[in-house]
């Protein structure tokens, strides 16, 4: 099992695709989080989740073995990498999840729809949100589209 989680940190202000958040993974085996870390491991978190959507979908439609993900200014990354049960998810730390296409596919949908829409339409970064998910969308074969 694996489940991601993204959010805006308080006291921005009104949204702007440039907020700063966190991105947390969480796996059977341990958990990534860019929250509470010296330094600062917080992201551009509507930034990074569009990178991490398209980059994501890349990887998981093309025969890539590994996907190194980074956020945007930040240190925070992510290692996804195919192997024979599947995908296995690291951070720095190590292996956190081991896992399947749909389930991380799944996941990662999730948190990003739990997190938008926010941004108001005239955002320099709503269309590249609205871009990348409906891009990244039918890898989830349930999800709406």
């Known amino acids: 099992m694996i489940t991601v989680q993204f959010t805006v940190r308080p006291g921005q202000g009104d949204a702007s695709g440039f907020d700063l958040g966190d991105m947390a993974v969480t796996g059977d085996l341990g958990t990534a989080d860019s929250a509470s870390h010296v330094p600062d491991q917080g992201m551009m978190i509507y930034l ?49 999840a081991r896992t399947t ?10 948190a990003t ?10 955002d320099p970064v709503a269309s590249d949100w609205e871009a990348a998910l409906a891009a990244f969308r039918p890898l989830v074969p349930s999800s709406k589209g």
């Open 48 to 96: 990074s989740v569009v990178q991490l959507l398209d980059s994501l979908g890349d990887f998981l439609r093309g025969n890539a073995r590994v996907l190194s993900f980074t956020g945007a200014d930040t240190s925070f990354s992510l290692v996804v990498r195919r192997t024979k049960e599947g995908l296995s998810v690291a951070c720095k730390d190590g292996v956190i």
């Open 101 to 110: 296409v749909p389930e991380l596919a799944s996941a990662v949908l999730r």
């Open 113 to 122: 729809e739990d997190l938008g829409p926010a941004l108001p339409p005239e």
